[in-house]
């Protein structure tokens, strides 16, 4: 018997940002309900965010670009996608999003890679996945601002609380610790993750607790997993981005 904590109902709570529909597709064995576990927990005016300006639809458009994708989301791939292949790598990929607002990690790019990739190309994503991955990651720089309340460019331990519990994510506090000693650099000074760390952390939690929540499919906090299953949900997500 496995367990998550606590948590309420979550019938009409708004989700967190959500992973592809192809990622769910791939890896689902059930129905997953409503994302996020518990009320999302508002505080301030959320918004919606975007990585690039709206510009409004797209005149030009480009092959498997979904209808009225940003120009500047098209022209951060195309930029990248230098043999015209269609699909981007994951340098490519760390490439196309300096453009947007900030240089990430192999390791935390590699990580959106698994999330978000092509099913025709495990390895590399398409335009559909990179305008999804685009949007997710807007939506996830929101939350860090909302949180980030010193503007310091950076969150703490209980501003990451704060932020996953905004979204329905009541992360117990062994749990939370063991997470953020992963960003513990030995120095002896508090530890705090920048936005690039945010993501990692914020896409391993949600994540997981999606994929709890396929077999939790009343909302109890409980769910029975054979060895099999539990080895098939967590494993993947530990080394297909190391």
């Known amino acids: 018997m496995a367990s998550n904590g606590k948590h ?68 951060s791939f195309q930029m990248v996608d230098r043999d015209r292949s269609g699909f981007i790598d994951d340098n490519e990929l760390q490439q196309a999003l300096s453009s947007g607002y900030q ?56 501003e990451l609380r704060d932020a996953l519990y905004s979204l329905g994510l009541a992360i117990p506090p062994s749990v939370l610790q063991l997470l953020i000693s992963k960003y513990d650099d030995g120095s002896g000074s508090r530890v705090e993750l920048n936005f690039d760390s945010f993501v990692e952390c914020g896409m391993i939690v949600k994540g997981l607790t999606d994929k709890f929540k396929e077999r939790d499919l009343r909302y109890t906090g409980s769910a029975t997993i054979n060895y099999d299953t539990f080895m098939s949900m967590v494993i993947p997500f530990l080394v297909s981005y190391n």
């Open 8 to 75: 309420g109902s979550p019938s009409y709570a708004p989700s967190a940002p959500s992973l592809p529909e192809s990622y769910r597709q791939q890896y689902s064995q059930g129905s997953g309900g409503s994302y996020g576990y518990g009320q999302q927990h508002s505080q301030g005016n959320g918004g919606s965010y975007s990585y690039g300006q709206q510009q409004g639809p797209s005149s030009y458009g480009h092959s498997g670009f979904p209808p009225g994708t940003d120009p500047a989301v098209i022209s």
């Open 103 to 158: 240089r990430f990690s192999l390791r935390t790019i590699r990580l959106l890679i698994f999330l978000f990739k092509s099913p025709n190309d495990p390895l590399r994503v398409g335009p559909k996945e990179f305008a999804a991955l685009w949007t997710c990651l807007g939506q996830w720089r929101g939350i860090f601002e909302r949180y980030d309340k010193d503007r310091s460019g950076k969150i703490d331990l209980m």
